[in-house]
């Protein structure tokens, strides 16, 4: 200690503020680009279910409007979260959004349910996403590359053009020729419970990864602190 009080005072603070140990910053990303989301399974889903939700409810009379706005808004949250969250500079924060998008995947499966039950979607036993055509591997590669070219990073589908886009095409037949009346409520479970599998997997990786980050934060905070005392 210094004879300044003036001195002493501002070493104290200096001091305690090194003992708040800043929070390790999330670092779990699969790309350091900042739509390194592309790359996870649980947002490929996710998209494929907005894309089928819209079909569904583009064709839903108008009487049923509420149930329009209500099933695509839940379905957009499901994968709009995935998103935020992923950008967010902690793995707290990215848990919360996914946690998000959980509850706005239980919506979404909620009203599917409700659609069957008031006989405005169809059921048909062991229809799935094979009877349409859908691998959905080959659906993930597809997306990825309709959203940013594999060469030249570019928006692929949205090069200039002299008329104004009126249409997107994923390049991918089995999504871009699907009909409306081919969607079933078997084919939205299956999909509605992959989707869930994967984020919840996501989640369990994320736990597991804010805990190493918690374990470390206390031993950095030990550390610091220990160095205090040294100088003390």
């Known amino acids: 200690m210094t004879t300044d009080p003036i ?6 603070k200096a001091y305690e503020e090194l003992a708040q140990a800043n929070k390790p910053q999330e670092r779990s990303r699969m790309s350091q680009t900042a739509n390194g989301y592309i790359h996870l399974i649980a947002w490929s889903n996710a998209s494929l279910l907005r894309i089928l939700v819209k079909k569904f409810t583009s064709a839903l009379p108008t009487i049923e409007r509420r149930l329009k706005m209500q099933l695509d808004d839940a379905a957009r949250s499901v994968i709009a979260n995935i998103e935020e969250g992923y950008r967010r500079p902690t793995t707290i924060e990215y848990l919360n959004f996914l946690g998000f998008s959980q509850a706005s ?7 599917i349910q409700r659609c069957r039950q008031d006989t405005i979607l ?5 229809s799935n996403l ?3 055509g859908i691998q959905l591997d080959d659906w ?11 060469t030249k990073g570019i928006y692929r589908n949205l090069k200039e053009t002299n008329s104004p886009l009126t249409s997107f095409k994923f390049l991918y037949n089995p999504v871009d020729n699907l009909k409306i009346q081919s969607l079933t409520y078997e084919i939205f479970i299956e999909l509605i419970n992959k989707t869930d599998w994967n984020l919840r997997k996501l989640v369990s990786s994320l736990e597991e990864k804010l805990a190493r980050e918690q374990k470390y934060y206390q031993v950095e905070k030990a550390r610091i602190r220990g160095n205090i005392n040294w100088r003390k």
């Not at 995947?105 to 009203?111: A, I, R």
């Not at 169809?122 to 062991?126: A, E, L, V, Y």
């Open 7 to 12: 001195v002493d005072e501002l070493v104290k």
């Open 105 to 111: 995947l239980v919506e979404v499966k909620g009203d």
């Open 122 to 126: 169809k059921s048909i036993p062991n």
């Open 130 to 132: 094979l009877s349409l």
């Open 140 to 150: 993930h590669t597809a997306l990825k590359q309709s959203i940013i070219s594999d």
